[in-house]
């Protein structure tokens, strides 16, 4: 057995209701022995050899960050690629500027078309949405070049726009693309499934392993940089089970990695939203007992309702949307009752990807259903996104004991944009509601979806009690949180999500020794500087991990 560590702070924000505040924390064997101050821990202190760990006596310590929906598969995959967005990213290798209009989108892919040295065999950029950058399609890409193979990922991961040498790339038959239903040739455009489509052909360069390992090295610096000890993947595999797992355990199982990763397998495999239901049911369990010391799988599932946010493929309720467009199911409401069911049956905890009203009713629908068929207690069924939604629903969320991990951060970059080109005031400045869930008593986390939102966890809390959109402006106050309810979020609430706040989420005797080292007290800022916080790094499992500048 180990000597204890006593780190001393000059405060510990515990987040647990029994004792909020301390100042020192016994560690041993990346456990938890007991918090408060170093006199109360004298009796532990008297009796076995100790140390006291001053480094933290001018910082503030709060439980490890926790993003329980953030995908370091697709992180790995996009961080390589070209980042062409409306808003600045900052990311640990470079700064990628706002891209606010057509012409400017377009100036952009030249300069990287014409830098192209020949080493990519295909140009893949990040980025992309008509309401900032116009109708970028395939004769406008044609019109960039006619021989590179040109991928533009929609802002949203959920759909690709290809130009002709890309489509010829592919070396998929014409004919087979022509009657796929959510594959637009005449614009180069594939979404939803055609976007599993055109991503199966270019994983022989996405997943390509020293391609691949390099995007894995950025996310875990981006984990790291946001203070995180505990993520979650939400939707595993993301392309292709056996190389993904290989690469990630290569990457991310290993002592200098600072933080742990829960693994919620799809309830389909990318690209089939259709298929036998206990077929799957069956799939899903290989994956039991395949955890590592940092990777590990757990009794949950992910299943998915409408589509894209970002996209504006989510499903909505009348009036629906301004121009008069529909949303798209991932899953047929009939697929995704049978596949919810046999899960449930299971005794999954179930996830579910749903980003309109209509998306979220579907899922309140099916929940009312299986609680009817088989009762569960605890089941702690989650709403993944909840990004347009209506006051009514949040009330049948608590009444059928769902919880919630949100995107609140569409707020911030989509409320304005919305409100003008998609769905309206109303409803847009409503989107994320999260002040309705505190006020209803429904847990709920935040969550980034990485490379949906920056995994930065005190930003998604800053959105929260803010609701700030791009330009400054607050979008409807009365949905803003408690500066408590957001910082739970983040952290013993995103436990619960998970299922692991035994474990991890507050700092308490018993739980895994897992901090985020602050130079400032969230408590003691004012709530429009609660992003700019600085953050020294993490301690986890009693090791600190400090962030390299």
């Known amino acids: 057995m180990s000597d204890i560590t006593v780190f001393t702070a000059r405060k510990i924000r515990t987040m647990t209701g029994a004792m909020p505040e301390a100042s020192a924390v016994a560690v041993r064997d990346g456990r938890i022995i007991e918090v408060g101050t170093l006199e109360t821990l004298k009796p532990w202190l008297d009796a076995h050899p100790h140390q006291i760990d001053t480094r933290f006596e001018d910082k503030v310590l709060m439980p490890g960050f926790i993003d329980p929906h953030l995908h370091p598969t697709l992180g790995a995959i996009l961080m390589p690629c070209h980042f062409i967005t409306a808003m600045e990213w900052v990311l640990p290798d470079r700064t990628c500027p706002a891209v606010t209009s057509h012409e400017d989108y377009l100036a952009r892919l030249s300069e990287i078309i014409a830098a192209d040295d020949g080493s990519e065999e295909i140009t893949v950029t990040w980025g992309f949405h008509r309401i900032w950058h116009g109708n970028v399609d395939r004769e406008a890409l044609n019109s960039v070049s006619s021989t590179k193979p040109i991928f533009v990922w929609q802002r949203s991961f959920h759909e690709i726009i290809a130009n002709d040498a890309a489509i010829e790339w592919m070396g998929t038959a014409r004919e087979d693309l022509e009657r796929h239903p959510q594959i637009d040739l005449d614009s180069g455009r594939f979404f939803e499934t055609g976007m599993a489509l055109a991503a199966q052909a270019m994983n022989k360069v996405l997943l390509a392993p020293q391609r691949f390992m390099k995007g894995l090295e950025l996310v875990k610096q981006t984990v790291h940089l946001g203070g995180h000890t505990t993520i979650g993947e939400l939707a595993y595999p993301m392309m292709n089970d056996q190389i993904e797992w290989q690469l990630l355990k290569g990457a991310l199982d290993n002592d200098t990695v600072p933080f742990r990763m829960k693994i919620i397998p799809r309830a389909l495999q990318r690209g089939t939203f259709e298929g036998n239901a206990q077929e799957n049911v069956e799939r899903v369990r290989e ?85 009817a068929e088989k009762p569960r207690f605890n089941h702690r069924f989650t709403i993944e996104h909840f990004g347009v939604s209506n006051e009514e629903q949040v009330r049948r969320i608590k009444d ?150």
């Open 287 to 371: 994956f039991e007992g395949r955890d590592t010391d940092r990777l590990f799988f757990g009794n949950s599932v992910k299943l998915f309702t409408d589509g894209g946010f970002f996209a504006e493929l989510m499903q909505m309720r009348e009036p629906g949307f301004i121009d008069g467009h529909h949303g798209e199911w991932l899953m047929s409401p009939e697929s995704f009752y049978d596949h919810a069911r046999a899960f449930w049956l299971e005794g999954k905890q179930i996830h579910v990807h749903c980003t309109g009203d209509m998306g979220v009713e579907l899922a309140l629908d099916t929940l009312e259903k299986l609680q």
């Open 400 to 549: 059928l004991g769902a919880i919630v991990s949100a995107n609140v951060y569409y707020l911030h970059e989509l409320g304005e944009a919305y409100w003008r080109d998609s769905i309206g005031y109303e409803r847009a400045s409503q989107m994320a509601r999260m002040g309705s869930l505190e006020r209803a008593g429904v847990t709920f986390a935040l969550h980034s979806d990485f490379t949906m939102a920056p995994a930065l966890p005190l930003n998604s809390a800053w959105v929260a009690v803010n609701r700030i959109a791009e330009s400054g402006s607050v979008l409807c106050a009365e949905e803003r949180t408690s500066l408590e309810a957001a910082m739970r979020a983040i952290t013993i609430d995103a436990a619960y999500v998970l299922g692991l706040e035994d474990e991890i989420g507050s700092i308490r005797a018993g739980k895994k020794a897992d901090f985020t080292v602050l130079e400032q007290d969230p408590w003691e800022v004012e709530p429009q500087a609660l992003r700019d916080i600085p953050i020294w790094g993490t301690v986890f499992e009693g090791q600190p991990f400090p962030i390299e500048t």
